[in-house]
């Protein structure tokens, strides 16, 4: 099973900030099968990154997403205030799909 | 539009069993995988079980083998996870995923399932 670790695990940042988040596998994962979600409170996770660096449908540029082997890198450019929210990583090379633990993104 | 909707969530005692059911509608349902997603309260999100478009490939995580089941009938465009055995540890918002791109691109709003006496 691949492990996913994600750092740091909350981020106090203003708006209007650069945020980058971390997501670390347990062995090199092909950057085909990295995924990034963001989940608001008592919502479901929106798909924001597919293949490590493609923006899923209506993402907005201020998101990116970068990395291979096994370090990835979520960057929001600018945050908004709708930004503010927990992030998490995916990775699904082969079963089991697995998750980081998410990093939260919290108005410092 | 693309929808899943998943339903039969509720408050059920250790040991017991539950069917929960996703519905989709918008897409070709028989054209994608599909997974199930839990979430503890407060807690980060769990992968449980993943099916392929015509249920040729079933594959549960190792916390739930033996006592889930994930199945499909593409006639009714609908999603299950048969849960028995329940443990208090299986208490969390159970959501159904579309798979796309190696990745969920379409996810549920949940169900809530709580184990307790």
């Known amino acids: 099973e691949i492990v996913l670790t994600q750092s740091p695990g909350t981020l106090s940042l203003s708006p209007g900030e650069r945020a980058t988040l971390s997501c670390r596998a347990s062995?090199?994962?092909?950057?085909?099968?990295l995924a990034w979600y963001q989940q608001k409170p008592g919502q479901a996770p929106r798909l924001l990154i597919y293949?490590?660096?493609s923006r899923a449908t209506g993402i907005p540029d201020r998101f990116s997403g970068s990395g291979s082997g096994t370090d990835f890198t979520l960057t929001i450019s600018r945050l908004e205030p709708k930004d503010f929210a927990v992030y998490y990583c995916?990775?699904?090379?082969?079963?089991?799909?697995?998750f980081g633990g998410g990093t939260k993104v919290e108005i410092k | 539009q693309v929808q899943l909707v998943e339903s039969g969530g509720g408050v059920v005692q250790p040991g017991r069993s539950l069917r929960l059911s996703c519905a989709a509608s918008?897409?070709?349902?028989?054209?994608?995988?599909m997974h199930w997603v839990r979430q503890a309260p407060g807690k980060g999100l769990e992968w449980v079980a993943i099916?392929?478009?015509?249920?040729?490939?079933?594959y549960h995580a190792d916390s739930v083998k033996g006592r889930f089941t994930i199945s499909r009938d593409n006639s009714k465009n609908t999603l299950y996870l048969q849960m028995s055995s329940l443990r208090t540890e299986d208490t969390a918002v159970y959501s159904c995923?579309?798979?796309?791109?190696?990745?969920?691109?379409?996810w549920g709003q949940g169900t809530m399932v709580t184990v307790s006496s």
């Open positions: 995923a579309r798979e796309q791109w190696r990745a969920l691109d379409i």
């Open positions: 918008g897409f070709t349902f028989s054209g994608y995988a």
């Open positions: 099916i392929s478009y015509d249920g040729t490939y079933i």
């Open positions: 062995q090199s994962v092909s950057s085909t099968y």
């Open positions: 293949g490590a660096s």
């Open positions: 995916q990775q699904y090379v082969s079963s089991p799909l697995t």
